[in-house]
């Protein structure tokens, strides 16, 4: 399963971007999809998940200003991010937790990351 975000950049405090990441390859099930956060000599966080049937869950702060969404027949995951803040500066990450076959374990598979920098 291969994972390619796009969408990162730079924008100003309380702009907005708009993530996306699609899953290709071998894919049989995709279960949770979500996005993951790694500021510099910071670990690598949860921002947001979401549950092929629809359940999300977000990280304390970016409730309210963040919205995760996901298209099953594309196989793609979606973050908005509104009213950007400067500590929202990090590499964002897709997740799948998927199997690729019909006997297969889910495994997670990761993208290789977006810079997403907000400037004061």
């Known amino acids: 399963v291969q994972l390619v975000e796009s969408g990162g950049g730079l924008v100003q405090a309380g702009g907005s971007l708009r993530l996306s990441c699609a899953a290709s390859g071998s894919i049989f099930s995709i279960d949770v999809m979500g996005w993951y956060c790694q500021a510099p000599g910071k670990q690598r966080e949860l921002v947001a998940s979401?549950?092929?049937?629809?359940?999300?869950n977000y990280r304390d702060s970016v409730k309210g200003r963040f919205t995760i969404s996901r298209d099953n027949a594309k196989n793609t995951v979606y973050l908005q991010m509104n009213s950007l803040k400067p500590e929202d500066t990090a590499v964002y990450f897709c997740?799948?937790?998927?199997?690729?076959?019909?006997?297969?374990?889910?495994?997670?598979?990761w993208g290789p990351g977006t810079q997403v920098t907000v400037s004061s």
């Open positions: 997740n799948a937790i998927a199997s690729t076959t019909i006997a297969s374990p889910y495994r997670n598979f």
């Open positions: 979401i549950t092929r049937s629809g359940i999300t």
